[in-house]
């Protein structure tokens, strides 16, 4: 952990994390290292075994768990077994859960005085589709950001755009998703993204993504 915490990312995040294995994950985040500019988050799924009513309870129960180790909290929807939530039919369910961890967290820094910034992460939908409702539900509870999966296609940023404009002054926007170069970085954040996630170009380059991603697109 802290040869990873000290390679210059702006955020390093762990997951997905299966409910059982909370305990253990913040039993470990309890003692890490300082890590001077870079927050730690945790991105926290569901089985896919798990049923639909135990949402807002298992999310409720990671925010418990994690809260006091962890620099932001995210909710992974993009994940194959748990994209069942963005359908039509349990986006009621979603939105009680968003209420509910938005309201503890804000529980928590009454009692403590520490804010814990809260993320929606979820595909962002292919070219031609309706911009994804749970992205509005989450805003409205008042999650701090959404982690959006871009489609595989040059016109992904161009969906990216049409949701900053519709969300206005609301959560901070991560892309994530075919961000290979500095070129990647560069589109996302004129459509809007305040930052980017990178997951793919890690695995295979490691450390050394970091200079890739630096190198100028002029």
């Not at 039919?89 to 005085?113: I, N, T, Y």
């Amino acid at each position: 952990m802290c040869e990873l915490l000290a390679m210059g990312f702006g955020s390093v995040e762990f997951g997905s994390v299966l409910p059982d294995a909370v305990p253990a994950l913040a039993a470990t985040l309890l003692n890490r290292p300082a890590s001077a500019g870079t927050a730690v988050g945790v991105g926290l799924s569901l089985p896919a075994e798990s049923p639909a009513a135990v949402l807002g309870d298992a999310w409720l129960a990671g925010l418990n768990g994690l809260w006091a180790n962890v620099d932001y909290l995210s909710f992974n929807l993009s994940a194959r077994a748990n994209r069942r939530f963005l359908h039509s039919e349990q986006l009621a369910r979603l939105a009680s859960a968003c209420l509910a961890v938005a309201f503890r967290r804000d529980c928590l820094q009454a009692d403590s005085g520490r804010y814990l910034p809260l993320a929606l992460k979820l595909p962002l939908g292919e070219v031609g589709e309706p911009l994804p409702t749970a992205a509005f539900v989450a805003a409205a509870a008042g999650f701090d950001q959404l982690t959006l999966v871009l489609p595989e296609v040059p016109e992904g940023t161009q969906r990216l755009a049409e949701l900053a404009r519709r969300l206005g002054a609301g959560p901070a926007l991560v892309a994530v998703g075919g961000i290979r170069s500095a070129a990647a970085i560069a589109s996302a954040r004129q459509a809007g993204a305040a930052g980017v996630q990178v997951h793919r170009l890690f695995v295979e380059q490691g450390a050394a993504c970091l200079a890739t991603l630096a190198l100028s697109t002029s």
